[in-house]
Every structure is written in structure tokens, then in C-alpha cells.
């Protein structure tokens, strides 16, 4: 059982962020946020995929502008992803987005910021302070207490003074944090420090994650180590690839670790030289075949009677397979056998009947 660190709560659009709410799923479309009709297509898909928090990136006016016909079309609450200018921000907020994303340290000055800070209280919404690696400038005069090189440090009290002058000069403390690298450790380093030195909720993820092959690998590591310690309010899966697979990875993340409701898991086994038959075939065969179960069950599919229902015995449900038969179990006691070739319909009909 996870125990989750305490954060405060904020509220983007009526989707809660920390002080014990559930994990939620972000993504960022990918499209030209000025294209109303293909940013709202893609931001519809993704919702229906399971994304609770959609970002879109404001490059220039017309981006900004187009949030106003784009929020009224979407089920989920948009954040507006803005850079250098807090004139982008002023009109993104007056467009009526759920909350803003800026990095103080890429801001023309500090009046600006401070306009974009007071334009956010008044509309009564959240701003994210995220801060990359490749973005991180300390500024002049602070006192910010890195050695050269040292990214973490850097990175952590930079964020940290960003919010101290949003609380303390601003009055502001709706405020959500990101601190993301392009580095696996570095970036858990980071979220681990700023964890343990404020209750800002976390974004979690990686920057430049890499295609989603890659991506996948570090963003489990990263996110889902993370989250194991109980850390992270929500989470953001980045790959060079199709935004659908942010969500479809971030979901896995959360089911693995008993964040969220798990479904039907397939626990097969590695096969090895006991398998008799094209195991392969018979997982693809099951997960077809239960694709439209919608219960939280684990069904163990493994290569052989000898040590399979041994090794799943902590699934409800089970297969081992011989040569041209299975023997259908549960909880590790075997219950009857089935031909190879009637594995995936004896399964669903079973966990069906339970
Ligand atoms: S369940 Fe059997 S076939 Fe599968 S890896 Fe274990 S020993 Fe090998």
C-alpha cells in the first residue's frame, strides 16, 4: 500500500490536484493550437482515452486566442503551455483556460510575471511553475545555492524562491511544480528533494523522454518509482509519438502500482524450454478474447503444468498449458482441461460465471 505524501489541493477546472485526490493523467496535444478544429479532435480523443488535464502549447496570439473556442468543446480542463511572454499568458487566461504553465526564469522581468500572477488570482485559477533542465537560468542576484553542475540543487531552490515570491510578494499559493530533466535519476532526485521541502503538489515526467519505446521504459522508472515513494499529484508521460499513448502509458503506470483500478490483467510468463505450445499466440488469443471485461481480475496465462499454476497462484484465474491442452485453474488449484484451441473462450465463459 502506497502512502502518499500530504500536498496542498488546488483545483484545475473542476479536476482536483493533490491533498489526497486520485492521480490524474495529463497529455499535451500536438497540434497548432490555432487549428480549433484538429486541437479539439485530438483533445476529444485523448479524453476519451482517459486524459483528465490537457495542456496546449501558446506560442504566439493566435494560439492564445483560440482557447476561447476550444475550451467550450472539451470535456476536460485545458493549461495553457506558455514561455517568455506574459502578454500570451494574460490573453490565454482571458480565453478562459483551466490554469497557465510558465517558468518564471524565462519571463521578460518580474513585472511581467507579476502581471500574469495577479491575472491569475482574479480568474481564480492555478498556475504551474515548470521548470526544465534546458530552461533553468538562476537569476541575477539570487542566491541560489548550486555549485556548477549541480542540476538538482540548482533546479530545486530556484523553484523553491520562484514560490516563495509568489506566496510572500504575490499572495499566491494556487500553485502546481514540475522539475523535469531529461536524466531518469536527476529527475527523481529532483522531485524526491522538493517533496521533502514544500506541499505544492507534483507534476510528474520526464522531458525529452524519447520515442515512445523509450519513453515507456523511463517514464515507468521515473513516474512509477516516484509515485511508489508517494509522490506525484499527476502525471505526464512525454514520447516523440502519438499523444494517445501518453495516456494509454500513464494509465498502465497508475494500475500497476494499485493507483487506479487495474481491469483485466494479463500475468503471463516468460515461456521458457518446459512450453509445449505457441504461448504467444494463446495470450493474444486470451486478451482478444477478454478485451470487454470490465472487472478488476488478474488471469495467469503460463507455459506449463509443472510450475505455472504455482507461479500464478496469486491470480484468480489461470491457464497452464501442456502439449495441445490446458489446464484451467484458480488460485493455483487446477479445475479442469481444456483443448489449446478453446483456452481464451474456457476463460471468459469461467471468469464470466464467477
Ligand atoms: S511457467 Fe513453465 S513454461 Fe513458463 S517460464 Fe515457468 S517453467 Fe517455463
Redesign the pocket.
Known amino acids: 500500500m502506497i502512502k502518499r505524501r500530504k500536498s496542498r489541493k488546488i483545483f484545475i477546472g473542476d479536476v482536483p490536484v493533490g491533498g489526497g485526490s486520485p492521480v490524474t493523467v495529463q497529455s499535451m496535444t500536438k497540434t497548432h493550437t490555432e487549428d480549433v478544429a484538429a486541437t479539439v479532435r485530438q483533445a476529444r480523443s485523448l479524453a476519451r482515452a482517459g486524459c483528465h488535464i490537457i495542456r496546449v502549447a501558446v506560442p504566439d496570439l493566435r494560439a492564445a486566442r483560440a482557447i476561447a473556442a476550444i475550451v467550450p468543446r472539451i470535456p476536460i480542463p485545458l493549461v495553457a503551455d506558455i514561455h517568455f511572454s506574459a502578454e500570451l499568458a494574460l490573453e490565454a487566461i482571458k480565453s478562459g483556460c483551466h490554469a497557465v504553465r510558465i517558468n518564471p526564469g524565462n519571463m521578460r522581468n518580474w513585472r511581467d510575471v507579476r502581471r500574469v500572477v495577479a491575472a491569475a488570482k482574479k480568474a481564480d485559477i492555478p498556475i504551474r511553475i515548470g521548470v526544465n533542465s534546458g530552461s533553468i537560468r538562476p537569476r541575477k542576484g539570487w542566491e541560489v545555492s548550486s555549485k556548477r553542475g549541480d542540476m538538482v540543487t540548482l533546479m530545486v531552490d530556484t523553484v523553491l524562491k520562484y514560490c516563495e515570491r509568489f506566496e510572500k510578494k504575490y499572495g499566491f499559493g494556487d500553485i502546481k511544480i514540475s522539475l523535469k530533466t531529461a536524466d531518469a535519476v536527476e529527475t527523481m532526485a529532483c522531485c524526491r528533494r522538493i517533496a521533502t521541502r514544500c506541499d505544492y503538489p507534483l507534476h510528474l515526467g520526464l522531458t525529452s523522454a524519447g520515442p515512445v519505446e523509450d519513453s515507456e521504459v523511463k517514464s515507468s522508472i521515473v513516474i512509477g518509482g516516484l509515485l511508489s515513494e508517494g509522490l506525484g499529484d499527476t502525471i505526464r508521460v512525454s514520447s516523440t509519438g502519438r499523444p494517445l499513448d501518453e495516456v494509454r502509458i500513464g494509465h498502465r503506470i497508475l494500475g500497476a502500482l494499485g493507483l487506479e483500478r487495474r481491469g483485466l490483467e494479463v500475468h503471463s510468463?516468460?515461456?521458457?524450454?518446459?512450453?509445449e505450445v505457441d504461448?504467444e499466440k494463446i495470450v493474444r488469443a486470451v486478451k482478444k478474447a477478454t478485451a470487454h471485461i470490465d472487472r478488476d481480475i488478474t488471469v495467469a496465462v503460463?507455459?506449463?503444468?509443472?510450475?505455472?499454476p504455482v507461479?500464478?497462484a496469486q491470480a484468480e484465474i489461470g491457464v497452464?498449458?501442456g502439449r495441445g491442452w490446458g489446464w484451467l485453474f484458480r488460485r493455483g488449484k487446477k479445475i479442469r482441461r481444456v483443448p489449446v484451441d478453446a483456452i481464451a473462450e474456457s476463460l471468459v465463459k469461467y471468469i464470466e460465471s464467477m
Open positions: 510468463c516468460p515461456t521458457c524450454g518446459r512450453c504461448l503460463m507455459g506449463c503444468v509443472v510450475n505455472g507461479e500464478a497452464a498449458c
